[in-house]
């Protein structure tokens, strides 16, 4: 018997990027895919930085914590490069941009620890300084971030061991680019139209054309799956099929422990070859075992 996905679990894999300033809000709406001109106080977004081809460089889970300060959390090894980057299109925008991981206490909340119990995604709760962002759950059990200042009090609940919270994640379907799959992927191909990542109604940011002309073009032709395999893969790691073993048709995006055995996986996919079969590293490899997704995805468009 595993132990049960319930508790808190501190998350040091994950940084922050803080936006202020008087056009903070404007800023990062022209640069990132999702809404945050419209952004409420009880609301978080989903959203990806993109480069000028269409590829995500990172992935956030974006608030305001009021009108002129905005943050961002990404992996944190993304961080610092990604605060860089963004800085260099503010121009003449009353917006600063800084890398401030080392600021920011990240704690990730499962079951019981959730406050309120289970919430629609991307809902936002405010515990004095500290934001709540309800995610996707992980087989039905709810899930939250819990963002706080350094140095605040940890979130009451039990220890929650952090390659359990990394298995939920996954088990989620809901992706965060790390540095191995950095400048790959089109937002579809993580499903993050489907899941609440990106705006087809706000104005331009950097790599709309691709992201638009793959949706209502009908052009996307590679989705992430769950999977589950005999062992953790690193991200990266190319995915084949038989039909055709010299080319892959995929790779792994995530990857953790599962606490029953094995490992459970987030993989991008070529649809055609979804039905698998499919392995890792090489064909023949270590097999994939496609498993169904939690979320509907979007018809096109």
């Known amino acids: 018997m595993f132990a049960p996905l319930d508790g808190v679990a501190a998350l040091s894999h994950l940084g922050v990027i803080r936006v202020t300033g008087e056009d903070a809000a404007r800023f990062i709406h ?4 999702q809404d945050f001109a419209l952004l409420d106080p009880q609301h978080a977004r989903l959203a990806g930085y993109l480069s000028a081809k269409g590829r995500m460089l990172a992935s956030m889970v974006g608030f305001k914590r009021s009108a002129d300060d905005i943050l961002l959390v990404c992996h944190r090894e993304l961080a610092a490069s990604t605060a860089k980057r963004l800085a260099m299109f503010v121009l003449r925008a009353k917006a600063q941009v800084r890398d401030e991981s080392d600021q920011w206490s990240l704690h990730g909340l499962a079951g019981s620890a959730v406050p309120g119990g289970p919430q629609p995604p991307w809902t936002l709760a405010t515990h004095g300084e500290a934001r709540i962002v309800h995610g996707y759950p992980a087989d039905g059990t709810p899930l939250a971030l819990h963002v706080a200042p350094a140095g605040s009090p940890p979130p009451a609940g039990a ?35 489907s899941i609440g990542g990106v705006s087809f109604k706000k104005g331009c940011y950097p790599g709309q054309e691709v992201v638009a002309r793959s949706q209502f073009r009908g052009a996307i032709k590679r989705r992430t799956y769950r999977a589950l395999a005999a062992a953790v893969l690193p991200a990266g790691t190319e995915v084949f099929s038989p039909a055709d073993p010299e080319q ?44 169904s997704l939690p979320y509907p995805l979007l018809e096109d468009l």
């Open 30 to 33: 022209g640069q990132l895919t």
């Open 159 to 193: 220890l929650l061991d952090t390659a359990l919270w990394a298995w939920a994640e996954v088990r989620s379907g809901v992706a965060t680019v790390s540095p191995a799959v950095a400048d790959q992927l089109v937002p579809q191909m993580l499903n993050y139209e």
């Open 248 to 291: 892959p048709c995929g790779l792994v995006v995530q990857a953790a422990p599962a606490p029953h055995g094995g490992a459970a996986l987030l993989v991008s996919l070529q649809i055609a070859a979804a039905e698998g079969p499919l392995y890792a590293g090489a064909a023949p490899g270590m097999a994939l075992q496609i498993d």
